[in-house]
């Protein structure tokens, strides 16, 4: 029984109209795609109030003053839009970059590097193995760009395995191409879902 | 050779607007009469179902609810199904997210699923489980959370005081995160950085069919413990705790789908090799 | 001499003493190096939440000019796309993002929105297998045939027809995409610590803008 | 209880390791005079060109919508910058006509930079007269705008090089679909499947950074890459060393690197 809720058929318009998106650029497409950059934008604004009041302002209220150095360098990331005062923005956003890059980077040694090392470390005695460790070792060999030995009697050899690497990856990203499709139609379903059991009242 | 010709070229020229029609039959037919197909279990899956058997009582699971609208097809069913198989073990959760709409996401599965859930189990909030909301930051606020997470949050989504939660006074920093699982489409390596590499937490993830092929080597190498492969993973856990549910509907949805999406890429290949002799 | 100071070797040092803290925090099992890590990702947090307001004011300021320039039918769209905005926002700000009427207009509004915008690019990666995903080269025959293995490989049914296409699926990623993509990573994982490096030295500035570039 | 925490011994290692050669790379860059070896991609992009020029149609290079503000994109973006450069280098020596559609919504910090990469490219061969700034033409990653481009002008080649998101898959069919070469490189993992099915060549991930040093000769580039290099040959050396050890039982290198 087709539901009779108005809201669900506001969200079954917007479906709709974000979907005929795919077919052709049409007023009801524009209408829902100006909507979502507006609704997003909002939103992003409610969800920052409440960590700027929770996290920030209250505590400097109940009386740590510590906490107006964030505030006040929170406050200067909107000179950018000043032309005379654009360079004080630079003092939050470098110190956001400090954080981010150091908080990222100082795991990356052993997240990405040397615990990846350890995991290839396998014993050649099986054919997935001897496959696996050799996979790695040769599409390693196809990022090596700059430190290429001269001599040509090598580099004939180095440019055939680097091929071999290029194969191996083609492969990979034949499977990873399948397997984004596969979400997509995943998530997409979910929409389906919603008109089939909450608009249209079947299955 | 111009009768051949033709049907090659409009094999290959088929508009765009008849495959998207076919493309959403494909997904309906599935949705209106479900198949229960058998389901293989992945070893991906199957490494989280085992992990979480080792839950005992009073275990704290942290459970970031970090998808939007975009996927509650994907990870609703997820995180319901590990949060039904946890609840067995009298584990406590903490939910908590670092995407905007996880809130509204978290609520939407509660009232939709986890409820009945909890009521089964007699499960209250604030003594069993908990919601502390969206934090900014994205991979700087998980550092905070891991080391200190009151930090993060001072208070729960609700508005009570994070020292008034009985189930938080025991919860402080990563000693006492039992395991963490992380639904996501954003970047689940940096939770796995920031718990499990700095501070050996277990930690598990729920992520979109198009990253696992980034994920499978932090699976093989340990630092993910158990690794939901989107649909797949969520269906083959809800048929290993013997609950199926939406995930598996969906498996059935790729049935007709990804063969449909091949014969696409079949015609467009078949007919650009025959008409290739042209070329 | 000083505006250059003040402009740009402040700001860098400030990224460089920051970043060294938290690597501190990482290596060094040193309590008060830990503690002010963990006070200083506090400011983080609001930092990163004070910045997720921009994207907004940027909004504003264009659809006002679009408004004031008032062509054809745009203006028309910058009008409701600032309702919608300042909908959301006083509503989210006023009522607080846990009242009824804020989760009425989230799930009405964003939700069917948010979540149709994203996955709708499903038609265009389809219509891209269809009409350009040709096998021209070796290399790319090699792409298109496990591209169609793996799709049908992604459909349970097919399991039913040919059994072997299940131990071929866990072949395929557990063994060769987890080889190549470890390769790929490393690779990746070798450039982000360098780029780290530049960053947090100074050599790279991009963030800082370019007007005084030395 | 020692200074640096437990199982972090060796990661400190290479992290100083690593940053250093970086450093020392870096500062004798004239010194040490690296080079970057001839790349298939390099001979990729030349070929689309030339092949516009044969055919008298347009060439399109787009540098994605990453913008020059946060590193992680500022990279590829200026990746993508410098590749424009050499093709609108040679586009204009060879009389080719170059459409660069930028992105209207992400990135815009990008434009004036393109424009004026482009005019450079003009002044160096002399013909500033036929320089049309509208060739710098603004797009929103829409479907239509884009196809509405690639039908009408329809274009002999196609790159992309730069920070793409989910559109790069309507970039490469629409211009995919009127038969233009093209290359793709973005360091995005999760677009990388797009480029490599829809385009001839495609540069997987940070390959895009060796092309630009290639054609920018820039010093500081090449040495960068030098040090990753370096470090790429290491691991390739652990990895080998440390699979025949653990074939024959010795777990000596697993546990060192574990410290």
């Known amino acids: ?203 | 050779m111009d009768e051949k010709n033709t049907i090659w070229h409009k094999l290959q020229n088929i508009p765009r607007e008849i495959l998207y029609i076919l493309l959403i039959i494909s997904m309906i037919i599935p949705l209106l009469y479900p198949l229960g197909l058998p389901l293989p279990i992945s070893a991906q899956t199957k490494s989280l179902y085992d992990s979480l058997n080792t839950l005992k009582e009073e275990d704290v699971i942290l459970q970031f609810v970090d998808w939007g609208a975009g996927s509650i097809s994907i990870h609703q069913p997820g995180c319901v199904a590990v949060t039904y198989q946890a609840i067995s073990y009298g584990a406590k959760f903490v939910y908590l997210s670092t995407n905007t709409e996880g809130p509204l996401m978290y609520e939407r599965m509660v009232t939709e699923d986890l409820q009945s859930i909890f009521d089964k189990y007699g499960y209250e909030y604030g003594e069993d489980y908990v919601f502390l909301g969206y934090v900014a930051g994205a991979e700087t606020a998980l550092a905070a959370i891991a080391s200190n997470i009151r930090t993060a949050y001072s208070d729960d989504y609700y508005g009570t005081p994070i020292d008034d939660i009985p189930l938080m006074q025991n919860v402080r920093n990563y000693a006492d995160y039992d395991m963490i699982v992380t639904y996501t489409m954003g970047s689940p390596e940096s939770f796995v950085r920031q718990f499990n590499t700095q501070y050996g937490v277990v930690t598990h993830v729920h992520c979109g069919e198009m990253m696992t092929p980034n994920l499978l080597p932090f699976w093989a190498s340990g630092q993910i413990t158990g690794l939901l492969n989107g649909a797949f993973g969520a269906a083959e856990l809800e048929v290993l705790i013997k609950r199926p549910g939406n995930a598996v509907k969906l498996t059935d949805v790729y049935s007709f789908s990804n063969i449909l999406v091949f014969v696409f890429l079949a015609m467009g290949n078949i007919g650009f090799i025959l008409t290739r002799k042209e070329r | 001499m000083s505006t250059q100071l003040v402009r740009r070797t402040i700001p860098i040092i400030i990224t460089f003493l920051v970043g060294m803290i938290m690597i501190g925090q990482w290596f060094l099992q040193v309590a008060s190096i830990s503690e002010l890590a963990t006070s200083i990702q506090q400011w983080g947090i609001i930092l990163a939440a004070f910045s997720m307001g921009l994207g907004s004011v940027n909004i504003i300021i264009r659809n006002v000019r679009r408004i004031r320039r008032r062509e054809g039918t745009d203006w028309l769209y910058a009008i409701w796309l600032l309702f919608i905005f300042f909908l959301f926002s006083i509503v989210g700000i006023g009522f607080g993002s846990t009242s009824p009427q804020y989760t009425y207009i989230f799930n009405t509004i964003l939700q069917p929105l948010s979540g149709t915008m994203y996955p709708a690019s499903l038609f265009f990666l389809a219509s891209a297998i269809y009409r350009t995903f040709r096998a021209r080269s070796s290399q790319a025959i090699i792409f298109v045939i496990v591209g169609a293995i793996m799709l049908l490989a992604n459909a349970p049914m097919m399991g039913a027809f040919i059994p072997p296409i299940i131990p071929l699926k866990s072949w395929i990623m557990d063994v060769e995409v987890t080889a190549a993509y470890r390769a790929i990573l490393l690779g990746i994982g070798l450039g982000t610590i360098v780029l780290g490096f530049r960053v947090l030295f100074g050599l790279e500035t991009a963030h800082l803008g370019r007007e005084e570039a030395q | 209880m020692s200074l640096i925490a437990n199982g972090k011994v060796i990661d400190l290692a290479f992290l100083i390791g690593i940053w250093g050669i970086s450093a020392v790379y870096i500062l004798y860059k004239e010194r040490l005079k690296f080079t970057i070896r001839r790349m298939v991609a390099i001979d990729a992009i030349e070929e689309a060109v030339g092949r516009a020029v044969e055919m008298d149609r347009p060439v399109v290079m787009n540098i994605g919508g990453g913008g020059l503000l946060r590193g992680e994109y500022a990279l590829p973006t200026m990746a993508g910058l410098t590749v424009l450069d050499y093709v609108s280098r040679i586009a204009v020596r060879l009389g080719a006509r170059l459409i660069a559609p930028m992105y209207s919504e992400g990135g815009v910090e990008t434009i004036p930079v393109a424009t004026e990469i482009i005019r450079d490219a003009f002044i160096a061969e002399g013909t500033i007269e036929n320089f049309q700034p509208e060739e710098v033409i603004q797009f929103l990653p829409v479907q239509a705008s884009v196809m509405a481009l690639a039908d009408r002008e329809k274009p002999a080649a196609n790159i992309m090089i730069g920070y793409y998101w989910h559109e790069s898959c309507i970039w490469a069919e629409a211009f995919g679909r009127v038969g233009a070469i093209q290359v793709g490189g973005t360091t995005n993992l999760y677009q990388i499947p797009f480029f490599a099915g829809a385009c001839d060549y495609v540069l997987i991930g940070e390959e895009i950074y060796p092309v630009s040093a290639y054609l920018s000769k820039d010093p500081r580039l090449i040495s960068t890459i030098a040090g990753q290099d370096t470090f790429k040959w290491i691991s390739l050396v652990l990895i080998l060393l440390g699979a025949i050890l653990v074939t024959s039982g010795n777990e000596w290198l697993t546990n060192l690197l574990k410290i």
């Open chain 1, 1 to 203: 029984m087709v539901s009779s809720d108005p809201s669900i058929w506001i969200m079954a318009f917007f479906t709709i109209a974000i979907t005929s998106l795919a077919f052709r650029d049409n007023p009801l497409a524009k209408i829902a795609e100006h909507a979502f950059l507006a609704a997003q934008a909002g939103h992003y604004v409610t969800m920052a109030w409440r960590n700027i009041n929770k996290i920030g302002l209250e505590p400097l209220s109940k009386g740590s003053i510590i906490m107006l150095i964030p505030m006040l360098f929170g406050v200067a990331l909107y000179t950018r839009y000043s032309k005379k005062y654009i360079w004080v923005s630079r003092y939050p956003t470098a110190m956001m970059v400090g954080i981010g890059t150091g908080v990222t980077v100082r795991g990356f040694v052993e997240f990405q590097f040397t615990q990846q090392i350890i995991d290839t470390f396998k014993p050649l005695n099986s054919f997935n193995n001897i496959f696996f460790v050799f996979a790695v070792v040769i599409c390693l060999l196809y990022f090596v760009f700059s430190l290429t030995p001269q001599n040509p009697s090598i580099q004939k050899p180095l440019s055939y395995i680097s091929t071999v690497g290029r194969y191996l990856m083609m492969f990979a990203l034949g499977a990873a191409m399948a397997n984004t499709l596969t979400q997509r139609v995943g998530q997409y379903a979910g929409r389906i879902m919603f008109l089939l059991y909450d608009w249209l009242g079947l299955g």
